[in-house]
């Protein structure tokens, strides 16, 4: 038998050289970036900011409503292709949890615990998210750690100015009027953040996709009453019929608020620009507020005007601006019980599991972490 000729062990060898190089970018890249996929369009915002302006793509659609979706088999192939899904958790990804559960992609939690997980809401909680989330970017993703850091920096700054200048929005409110009632609970995190009080919610759950009973809606209506709370916010884009009942059978105020990315070039396209928005339609939202209550007390003041005097008893009025008068307080929602990082990203999806470290990124799904 003929020996192979040393050519020929060359060019075999520089084939198998090729070869092994292409394994790491077929078993961990998609197509574009560094395979980063995330579950909202808001943290896909989020993450690339982090990642210095990595492409990273969003499961759930823009403007799809997170609790409602319901992922596709195209969902299942571009999570398994991924090197690291980034989620928000807490249950905001809806069904897509059960998918991220059978694949073996590793996967990095925001929030895990049984609190509001609605922490982008609070630009404080996003920035204490960020360390845990860079580690993952660098560990598992395979981004530089200097230019990771670096542009960790620049965000963390960017959010802790959005945080003054949200706090400096919300102050222009009166205390004695910052209470609302919202259509579910949603802005927990907000709410505290700013010193804003939820009375109540028209359903308890951090999903809009509950129903109120018509006797909840009675009870709500006899409490806002009760409190002279004139505020109903609801989830922009949401299921929102019940808390517009609401508001009309109070006559309360009632306002959308987004609480999910919008449209790139809209005022709600980035983070920012979204929590602003919020923000703005909240103050305005208190400023009718607080004209309708400053109308009652101009009106029982002119009592020297026989017209109004034979229609009005300024009893009765000093009584309806009694009713109708806000409370200051603060809100319902306790906090999340949380460590300094208020993330974790184990790829055994179980967000009950606790560890010493809010993250890890190991491979292995059954120990839960990811090395």
């Known amino acids: ?33 560094a395979g980063i996929l995330a579950g909202t369009p808001l943290w896909a915002a989020v993450t690339s900011d982090l990642a210095c302006g990595e492409a990273v793509d969003a499961l759930i659609p823009l403007g799809a409503d997170h609790h409602a979706y319901e992922p596709s088999l195209a969902d299942r192939g571009r999570i398994d292709e991924a090197r690291l899904v980034v989620v928000n958790g807490g249950g905001v990804e809806g069904t897509l949890q059960d998918t991220l559960k059978a694949s073996p992609t590793a996967i990095h939690r925001i929030h895990r615990g049984d609190g509001d997980p609605h922490l982008w809401l609070d630009p404080l909680a996003v920035a204490d998210a960020l360390p845990a989330l860079a580690e993952a970017l660098v560990q598992v993703a395979g ?28 102050g222009t409110i009166p205390e004695e009027h910052r209470v609302l009632v919202t259509d579910h609970e949603a802005l927990g995190r907000y709410v505290e953040r700013y010193d804003l009080t939820v009375l109540d919610t028209v359903v308890h759950s951090h999903s809009s996709m509950e129903e109120p009973s018509a006797h909840d809606l009675e009870h709500l209506v006899e409490e806002m009453l009760a409190e002279g709370v004139r505020l109903v916010a609801a989830e922009e884009d949401g299921h929102d019929d019940a808390a517009r009942r609401l508001a009309e059978m109070t006559g309360a105020t009632f306002v959308e608020l987004p609480l999910r990315l919008g449209p790139a070039q809209s005022p709600t396209g980035t983070h920012a620009g979204m929590l602003r928005t919020l923000t703005d339609r909240l103050v305005d939202a208190f400023g009718d507020h607080s004209d309708h209550d400053s109308g009652h007390s101009d009106h029982s003041g002119h009592s020297g005007h026989s017209d ?56 292995d799904r059954d120990s839960g972490d990811h090395g």
């Open 1 to 33: 038998m003929l020996s192979p000729s040393r050519a020929s062990i060359r060019t075999l060898s520089v084939l198998l050289a090729a070869l092994l190089t292409l394994v790491p970018a077929a078993c961990g890249d998609t197509e574009e970036g």
């Open 143 to 170: 981004l530089d750690a200097n230019e990771v850091e670096a542009c960790r920096r620049d965000l963390d700054g960017e959010l802790r100015s959005l945080d003054v200048e949200l706090a400096d929005m919300i």
């Open 308 to 363: 109004h005097d034979s229609g009005h008893d300024s009893d009765d009025d000093s009584d309806h601006d009694s009713d109708h008068s806000g409370h200051s307080g603060h809100s319902d929602h306790d906090s999340d019980d949380e460590s300094d990082h208020d993330s974790d990203h184990d790829s055994d999806h179980d967000s009950d599991d606790e560890s010493d470290h809010d993250s890890d990124h190991d491979s």
